[in-house]
């Protein structure tokens, strides 16, 4: 069973940059034909997705966000990591990590998502 967890603060000042890991067991990032997503959603909105690493570590990012964000990996972990940058009130959001199944598209696998709020 494939099981994803973030793990990261749960307040995070104005300006500062905001670190979320995700901790994936029962199955590698590395394996081919998964990509790792980050996804969050809002107070009251719906999902946005910000950006993905794919299995061989190239990254695609939401247009919105990409001057913001990046994700990185640590293979030896099996960990991937969302960084996002200059934050604003308007960041605060649930935020989950996500597995993706290339071949359909599909959101396979979901962690229990993390609560980020944005505030002084």
């Not at 967890?5 to 000042?13: A, D, F, I, T, Y």
């Not at 009251?44 to 990012?61: C, D, F, P, R, V």
């Not at 199944?101 to 505030?119: F, N």
Request: charged fraction near 15%; hydrophobic fraction near 25%.
């Amino acid at each position: 069973q494939v099981r994803l967890q973030e793990s990261g603060p749960g307040l995070v000042k104005p300006s500062q940059t905001l670190s979320l890991t995700c901790t994936v067991s029962g199955g590698s990032i590395t394996t081919k034909y998964y990509y790792w997503n980050w996804i969050r959603q809002p107070p009251g909105k719906g999902l946005e997705w910000m950006g993905a690493i794919t299995n061989s570590g190239s990254t695609y990012y939401t247009p919105s966000l990409k001057s913001r964000t990046s994700i990185s990996r640590d293979t030896s972990k099996n960990q991937f990591t969302l960084h996002l940058t200059s934050v604003t009130p308007e960041d605060t959001a649930v935020y989950y990590c996500v597995r993706e199944w290339i071949a359909t598209r599909e959101y396979e696998y979901w962690g229990q998502g993390t609560q980020v709020t944005v505030s002084s």
